[in-house]
């Protein structure tokens, strides 16, 4: 297993974890709550713990409601793989020693309400131990949670799980060596081309994507494509336009630009060619050609190629 692989497993195990922690919070507090509501059912089910009557009893639970939800929700973005899992845990981290805080005092002061007598003669009798383990824990927790928060080094081991590291190879454009995306080189397979038809003293924009790879241009109007319409602003003789006379096309799969005459009645001309291009022939096009559509008509094709 690579060190990116066990690394995102890891992070993943602790995604699970606090997911855990935070949905038996949730489920625990939710039911201790209910036990005011179901008191003889309550009292049968869990004897030794207390119905909920004093106001810090709501606090804790709804602290405890709060805590799980949170917990709940950092687990899931760890597992959803959020690059912000490492803040989100020490916020979590945070907020827990907080709450712990707030009850270990209220257990201080009234720890014999919590404790059955066994256990409160233990605690009576090994309170130093008790309260020993707890600080241990708590300065643990605090350290764990700064690293979390101000350590860049401990941040980055979390993101790291995140990062898009190369693909092999075979999954990289082999004209740049970027990682592929979704079979698509980010810089050379872009999901949408612009290229310009300069027609006259207007600037025609002709943005290509996957779902309009082809713009039509002639005389008649036609809705159901992309279309551009010749008339009396652009040339003196838009009769000798045929209705569909040319189209030019974007290939993504080869990052070229392409244009063929539609058998055109008067012809279509490339770059001051005697030589009228071929009917439905596609030839390529590269920025700055002149097009000549029935030598009434003259455009210049500009792309960002």
């Not at 038996?24 to 008191?39: D, E, H, I």
């Not at 909920?52 to 799980?68: K, T």
């Not at 907020?95 to 257990?107: D, E, K, P, Q, S």
Request: net charge negative; proline share 4%; aromatic share 16%.
């Amino acid at each position: 297993m690579s060190m990116h692989s066990a690394t995102k497993t890891t992070n993943n195990l602790i995604g699970c974890k606090w997911a855990f922690i935070g949905f038996l919070l949730f489920v625990g507090s939710l039911l201790w709550f209910l036990g005011v509501f179901f008191t003889d059912a309550f009292q049968a089910l869990w004897a030794g713990i207390p119905i909920p009557s004093d106001p810090l009893d709501f606090v804790m639970i709804f602290s405890a409601l709060f805590m799980g939800g949170f917990c709940m929700a950092w687990g899931g973005a760890m597992l959803r793989q959020r690059e912000w899992g490492a803040l989100a845990g020490g916020l979590v981290r945070l907020v827990l020693i907080i709450y712990l805080l707030m009850g270990a005092a209220i257990f201080y002061r009234d720890h014999d309400r919590w404790l059955p007598d066994g256990a409160l003669s233990f605690y009576n009798r090994y309170a130093w131990l008790v309260w020993f383990i707890f600080g241990v824990f708590m300065l643990w927790l605090t350290a764990t949670t700064g690293f979390l928060l101000w350590g860049k080094s401990r941040r980055d081991y979390y993101a790291s799980a995140y990062q898009d590291y190369p693909a092999p190879t075979s999954l990289t454009c082999n004209r740049c060596g970027l990682s592929l995306q979704d079979g698509r080189c980010p810089e050379h397979d872009m999901r949408q081309k612009h290229a310009y038809l300069k027609i006259g003293e207007r600037r025609e924009l002709l943005p290509y994507t996957e779902d309009k790879k082809v713009f039509i241009i002639g005389r008649q109007k036609d809705h159901s494509e992309a279309f551009i319409t010749l008339s009396q602003e652009d040339t003196a003789h838009p009769g000798r336009i045929s209705g569909r006379h040319v189209w030019i096309e974007y290939r993504f799969d080869h990052q070229r630009f392409r244009i063929q005459d539609l058998a055109s009645l008067n012809k279509t001309y490339l770059n001051d060619d005697p030589e009228p291009l071929q009917p439905n022939v596609p030839y390529l096009l590269s920025d700055g050609d002149k097009i000549d559509l029935a030598h009434v008509v003259d455009m210049i094709f500009e792309c960002d190629d």
